[in-house]
């Protein structure tokens, strides 16, 4: 029976990895479930097995995008020497959060493009999920801004949403052809460090 579940467990994440995969390439309205069997070497009626329906299966895909990448950066951040600083951190944050977003997970960019396309009841798991996210970037911010890391004046909120909604964009626009992740990284970096920081920061 243990041999069973595994192998049904293991059927079912490889249909949500092809379904991340078509979602992130297709969008919301050009995924078909016939692709995603394709891609996931079932047959279509298999995917019914795992989820009631297409739109079962991408609400799964769009909640795991937003919670894999918030789990990501949160162990990236755990994982940060003792007494590295907050500017630091949300430094840190911005790395693994294109890097997860742009080069490791279908899922995550799957989530983003398709925030947007997918009818709102599909929306209210992943967006929970979201706010959640947002909440740690809100603490980084506010930590930052009470240690005087922060530009005098900035507007933590804004500059947060900001930030999020541009690196979130990359995902429409970023071409590996033509700048590398580590380029793209090392220039919002630059954008938070130059734009946010506490000019005592960068200073001489």
Do not use: C
């Not at 918030?70 to 951040?77: A, I, N, P, S, Y």
């Not at 840190?92 to 398709?114: G, K, P």
Request: no cysteine; hydrophobic share 45%.
């Amino acid at each position: 029976m243990a041999s069973e579940d595994t192998k049904s467990a293991r059927t079912r994440e490889r249909i949500l990895d092809a379904a991340a995969h078509v979602l992130s390439r297709k969008g919301y309205a050009g995924t078909r479930l016939a692709d995603v069997a394709e891609a996931a070497e079932v047959q279509a009626p298999a995917i019914y097995y795992y989820f009631e329906s297409r739109d079962a299966l991408i609400e799964e895909v769009m909640w795991v995008g937003a919670h894999r990448v918030r789990t990501h950066v949160e162990e990236v951040l755990a994982a940060l020497p003792a007494g590295t600083s907050p500017f630091e951190k949300i430094l840190e944050a911005v790395a693994a959060h294109l890097r997860y977003e742009l080069h490791i997970s279908d899922y995550t960019t799957a989530s983003i493009r398709n925030a947007n396309q997918v009818p709102e009841q599909l929306r209210v798991r992943p967006a929970a999920e979201e706010a959640t996210y947002s909440r740690l970037w809100r603490d980084l911010f506010a930590q930052a801004q009470a240690a005087g890391q922060l530009r005098p004046g900035l507007d933590i909120n804004v500059s947060r949403l900001l930030l999020l909604g541009s690196m979130n964009w990359a995902a429409e626009w970023w071409n590996p052809r033509m700048r590398s992740l580590a380029d793209l990284v090392k220039a919002t970096q630059d954008f938070v460090r130059y734009g946010m920081g506490h000019p005592a920061l960068f200073a001489g």
